[in-house]
């Protein structure tokens, strides 16, 4: 009686020092994956300040660009000149062709 119940024992404790095994083995996995993923998401935050600030310069090149100054000159590069002559026509000029 006391042999059997001492190999009991002994296979409980085998049993028990294999469920701790197993419960290790699966904390280093999880703490690995958990670690791993936060260096992914360190990367991914890094790629979007980076593109937030690639952003922010685009928009200031943009505006710069397409200010009223550099439209005007762009236009006198291109050939477009100031009108030497502006008409202004009224609704009662007898020159408009829906008044024949």
């Not at 042999?3 to 009991?8: F, P």
């Not at 083995?25 to 593109?51: D, F, P």
């Not at 291109?78 to 024949?100: D, K, M, R, Y």
Request: aromatic share 8%.
């Amino acid at each position: 009686m006391k042999y059997q119940n001492n190999q009991n024992r002994f296979t409980i404790n085998h049993l028990l020092i294999f469920v701790m095994a197993l419960l290790v083995a699966c904390q280093v996995y999880v703490s690995n994956r958990i670690a791993t993923s936060g260096k992914s998401i360190s990367m991914y935050e890094q790629k979007a300040l980076q593109i937030e600030d690639d952003n922010r310069k685009l928009l200031s090149e943009n505006v710069k660009n397409y200010s009223l100054t550099t439209l005007s000159q762009r236009a006198q590069e291109l050939g477009f000149v100031e009108p030497a002559l502006i008409l202004h026509l009224e609704q009662g000029t007898s020159n408009l062709a829906l008044n024949q």
